[in-house]
């Protein structure tokens, strides 16, 4: 297993920490269910496309039970699951970043923040996921799947990152176990993966509140080794 990449850190000094992926539906809502129950923190998914159906926020209210105090209005929702680029065209509006503000949240809440699809996915004209990343300010955790295929995607989505100069916390597998992709993402991207959550029979509740011993890493590197009720 990778050392840890921050041996000089024992803690990441943020306020909150942003959960990408390699893909949509890679599991960054499962994922960041799982964060949010283990690092007893709220939830803001700033920019959701598709049908109320298919929202995270609701989502993470299901699997979590937190109050929905805790979970933010999204900045934007668009009702065509498409790019948000393409889910705002189709209703004659534009993504301005200049709208899309952290909420007001209280001093000692951590805000797990959950991006739409992939770090290069169009918002508008100017500007993609990354950007508000960027603006944003919080480490990322990047979420990949565990199979084949998630080398190359986790590698692409790193390098990225570090062309902006982002601060990436790690990365949380996710899916059945597979350690030679393990080893591979820690050795070929010089980074920890923080976190391997398996592949569940069923997604509620209990599932995610299972997932906490796993989550132990990031519950250490952002100091948020809260004793949970
Ligand atoms: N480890 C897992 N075990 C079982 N089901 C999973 C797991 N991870 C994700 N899923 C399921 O796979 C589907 C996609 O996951 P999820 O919604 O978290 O993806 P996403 O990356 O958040 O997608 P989007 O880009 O739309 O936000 C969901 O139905 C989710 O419940
Ligand atoms: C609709 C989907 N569930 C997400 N909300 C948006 C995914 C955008 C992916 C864009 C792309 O990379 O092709
Ligand atoms: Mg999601």
Same mark, same amino acid.
């Given at each position: ?21 390699? =893909? ?34 609701? #989502? ?19 009702? =065509? ?9 189709n209703?004659?509006? @534009? !993504?301005?970043?200049e709208? !899309?503000?952290?909420? #007001?949240? $209280?001093? #000692?809440?951590?805000? @797990? @923040?959950? $991006? ?8 508008? =004209? ?7 990343? @960027? /603006?944003? $300010? ?10 084949? $295929?998630?080398i190359?995607?986790t590698l692409?989505?790193? #390098? ?11 990365v ?29 029979? =069923? ?8 997932l906490?011993?796993?989550?132990? /890493? ?12």
């Open positions: 297993m990778k050392e840890t990449i921050f041996p000089g850190k024992t803690t990441l000094n943020s306020a909150g920490l942003f959960v990408t992926g390699t =893909d949509t539906e890679v599991g960054k809502t499962f994922v960041a269910a799982s964060l949010v129950k283990a690092l007893k923190a709220s939830y803001w998914k700033p920019i959701q496309t598709g049908p109320f159906k298919d929202h995270d926020s609701p #989502e993470i209210q299901r699997l979590t039970g937190i109050d929905e105090t805790s979970i933010y209005s999204c900045s934007y929702s668009f009702p =065509d699951p498409l790019s948000p680029h393409a889910a705002a065209k209703v004659d509006k @534009v !993504i301005d970043l709208n !899309i503000r952290l909420p #007001e949240h $209280g001093a #000692e809440e951590f805000l @797990v @923040v959950e $991006g739409a699809g992939g770090v290069l996915v169009p918002l508008n =004209d100017d500007f993609m996921m990354i950007d508000l990343i @960027v /603006r944003l $300010g919080f480490p990322v955790v990047i979420v990949a799947r565990s199979g084949l $295929g998630t190359n995607h692409l989505t790193l #390098e990225s990152l570090r062309s902006r100069e982002i601060n990436v916390a790690g949380i597998m996710n899916g059945p176990a597979n350690p030679g992709n393990r080893n591979a993402i820690e050795k070929y991207g010089d980074i920890e993966v923080l976190a391997e959550l398996p592949q569940c029979d =069923d997604v509620s509740f209990n599932t995610i509140a299972s906490k011993p796993k989550l132990q /890493r990031v519950t250490e590197l952002f100091g948020r080794n809260v004793n949970n009720d």
